[in-house]
């Protein structure tokens, strides 16, 4: 009896949809409801009079794979339905619904206004009523375009959120990218929403949409791309059927993957990077989030939990050599959390280069610091959100304004027999778990 935006956007690509519902009169309605929303090639099929649902039409009625097909043959079309219903009306009640009438058959192509004039004559509107009938509703509608064309001013209980990792009152949501397979049996890559209502919903081009009956704007459009191919289906259709967990476990899972691999100088330090790690899900809810500086010697473990942590932290990206563009626009849309390694040459004023790399890492530790860059032609300014989670590994450590966004993780070369860690470890299940306690 509910039929979701996403379904009926769905639906809307068929060829011919029939909406059969059970036959109660508060089910017909929702019948009639969902085909004037679909309209198009919509169909009304009827059970018999005594049957109530398909299930006693299959049962009691002893109902054939023909008798179905019959049935459907013979559904009216919706509009052919809004038509006999009119005809019943009286006084201002009919004059509603023919207006109503008219301003649906003004989208119909020729042969379909064809059948609507000949139905609407059946009712007493024909020839020249007709004809005159049909021309208001046309210049009605161009009149209500021209209506439709003026922007509306947002409402300030809209809330603005990023689709990547956004937060209101009791619902979150993220943005993850699937694989899909086209009619064409091509791939595409796609963004999709997913809720802490346990909805999953297809992104198209719309900014404002509604989430769990609250409308919502989208503060940027994310793409389809491989970047954000995250969280695995199966453990996405697992979250949405409801599949439950204790939030320790996610804990100890990354806190043991942490130890097994790495001699820190104490649990302290374990403890903080499986915090800070799960807290890249949850960064956006406070107003700053200090980085990571990995500080040791050559061949104490730096590179290597970068490398752990690249499948475990939000939508981690890790790079030697970043470029500001880059890194403005991947923080911008995707909110990831950046890798940074060799990170002291980031404070040398003799790099020219390092100049917008700087001022990423000095404004970017903070809520509502956004870098202002001219992008395009006509060099017009843009503000980009570069507030995210970020590790910087370093050697020789880091110059002071930037060690004071810091919490410093000693690293050490150490004589333990620590197993080396896997090459093809991929995190997918440890992920899984931190998407969904986010």
């Known amino acids: 009896m509910k039929v979701s935006d996403e379904l009926l956007r769905s639906l809307k690509g068929y060829k011919r949809v029939f909406v059969a519902l059970d036959n109660t009169d508060e089910a017909n309605a929702k019948s009639r409801e969902i085909a004037l929303m679909l309209r198009g090639q919509t169909y009304l099929p009827s059970l018999p009079d005594d049957i109530k649902d398909a299930n006693e039409w299959l049962v009691k009625g002893k109902a054939t794979a023909d008798d179905a097909s019959a049935m459907l043959n013979r559904a009216p079309h919706w509009l ?21 009438l008219f301003g649906y058959a003004v989208a119909l192509d020729d042969f379909a206004l064809a059948e609507f004039k000949g139905l609407m004559a059946k009712i007493g509107i024909k020839g020249r009523l007709f004809a005159e009938m049909l021309s208001a509703a046309r210049n009605g509608k161009r009149d209500h375009e021209d209506d439709d064309d003026m922007p509306e001013v947002l409402n300030d209980d ?16 993220v943005t993850v990218s699937v694989m899909e397979r086209t009619k064409g049996k091509r791939l595409n890559i796609q963004p999709y929403l997913v809720t802490s209502t346990r909805e999953m919903r297809r992104l198209s081009d719309e900014q404002i949409i509604t989430v769990n009956e609250q409308e919502v704007a989208l503060k940027v459009l994310p793409e389809g791309t491989e970047f954000l191919m ?5 453990d996405i259709k697992r979250f949405l059927d409801g599949e439950v967990y204790a939030p320790g476990d996610v804990f100890n899972a990354v806190h043991d993957l942490l130890t097994t691999y790495f001699d820190f100088r104490s649990e302290v330090e374990s403890r903080i990077l499986t915090l ?3 807290g890249t899900y949850f960064y956006t809810m406070f107003p700053a989030y200090p980085y990571l500086a990995l500080n040791g010697p050559k061949n104490s473990g730096k590179s290597t939990v970068m490398r752990l942590l690249q499948p475990l932290c939000f939508n981690m990206v890790s790079t030697s050599d970043p470029t500001g563009p880059s890194m403005f626009r991947l923080i911008h849309y995707a909110s990831c959390t950046v890798g940074i390694d060799e990170a002291e040459r980031y404070h040398n004023p003799k790099d020219p280069g390092m100049q917008q790399i700087r001022q990423l890492l000095n404004s970017g530790y ?7 860059r001219l992008i395009g032609e006509d060099m017009k300014p843009q503000a980009f959100d ?8 370093a050697i020789q450590g880091l110059e002071d304004i930037l ?11 150490t004589d333990k027999k620590m197993p080396c860690f896997p090459p093809d470890f991929d995190g997918a299940a440890i992920r899984h778990q931190l998407y969904r306690w986010r």
Do not use: H
């Open 80 to 100: 052919a339905a809004e038509v006999s219903r009119a005809a019943f009306l009286e006084g201002l009640e009919r004059q509603d619904a023919i207006r109503e």
């Open 158 to 173: 809209v809330p603005i959120l990023s689709p990547a990792l956004g937060f209101q009152r009791e619902m979150a949501l």
């Open 230 to 234: 995250r969280w695995r289906y199966s």
């Open 276 to 278: 800070w790690t799960i």
């Open 366 to 372: 903070k809520a509502g610091m956004p870098a202002i």
């Open 386 to 393: 570069v507030y995210s989670p970020k590790i910087l590994a």
């Open 403 to 413: 060690a004071s966004r810091c919490i410093a993780i000693p690293m050490r070369r």
